[in-house]
């Protein structure tokens, strides 16, 4: 089976400006999570999305949204970059949504914001 | 306080070396996740695991979960072992499905 795909893997960016990321799980994986990892922070949950519906957030401003699609692919946008939104975004898909499934990361997209 | 607290926050070793990561954590938990990271970024996940004890090949990891601690060991270290080590303990919030919250990495590096 082919892996986690997102794209594209590097982006950068000015601020004010939207961006949009796209992820792709593993055929079959219906939920999809997406982290943000910055040099400071580390890595922290964005959100979670199954069977086309947001299932959790974590605690970051409305600048930040997702999708998924009935293909369970996902996408996440940002709107009005900041400098701090520059980091590593990840995504992460897994069989369906619960503690007992084991998760699949993406390469990720770095993003940069100038 | 940080609800994820990992030790040593970096470790060089020498190949051969015998190797131990912490993990404390003061949330409620189901379940707890190892991940590994490599420079070029891409995250794996080597263990998930509720209770006891796992091993895949020279990685165990064990947690006990009314002391709220998890280890990460590793035998006999090798070079291609140099990456950050992430735990990652599930938390459940308030009736929410819950999600993963992390530590600040391990940076493991492992000389020849």
């Known amino acids: 089976k082919a892996g986690v795909t997102q794209t594209p893997r590097y982006l950068i960016k000015t601020r004010g400006q939207q961006v949009t990321l796209s992820c792709s799980p593993i055929?079959?994986?219906?939920?999809v999570s997406w982290y943000q990892q910055t040099p400071g922070q580390g890595l922290q949950f964005l959100f979670e999305?199954?069977?086309?519906?947001?299932?959790n957030k974590g605690n970051f401003p409305g600048r930040f949204s997702g999708r998924q699609f009935s293909n369970s692919r996902s996408e996440m946008n940002v709107s009005t970059l900041e400098l701090g939104d520059s980091a590593l975004y990840l995504c992460?898909?897994?069989?369906?949504?619960?503690?007992?499934?084991?998760?699949?990361f993406g390469p990720g997209t770095r993003l940069t914001v100038t | 306080k940080n609800e994820v607290e990992q030790s040593p926050q970096n470790l060089t070793a020498q190949e051969g070396e015998f190797i131990t990561i912490n993990c404390s954590y003061s949330?409620?938990?189901?379940?707890l996740h190892w991940l590994q990271q490599h420079p070029g970024g891409g995250i794996v996940s080597l263990f998930m695991?509720?209770?006891g004890k796992k091993k895949h090949g020279r990685l165990i990891a064990t947690i006990n979960i009314q002391e709220k601690h998890s280890s990460l060991h590793i035998t006999a270290s090798h070079p291609r072992d140099s990456a950050v080590y992430i735990c990652?303990?599930?938390?459940?919030?308030?009736?929410?499905?819950?999600?993963?919250?992390f530590g600040k990495g391990t940076k493991l590096s492992v000389k020849p």
């Open positions: 695991l509720s209770s």
């Open positions: 999305y199954f069977s086309e519906t947001q299932r």
């Open positions: 055929s079959g994986h219906r939920s």
């Open positions: 992460a898909s897994r069989p369906w949504t619960g503690v007992s499934y084991e998760q699949y």
């Open positions: 990652a303990p599930w938390g459940d919030y308030g009736g929410s499905q819950g999600n993963l919250i």
């Open positions: 949330v409620g938990i189901s379940a």
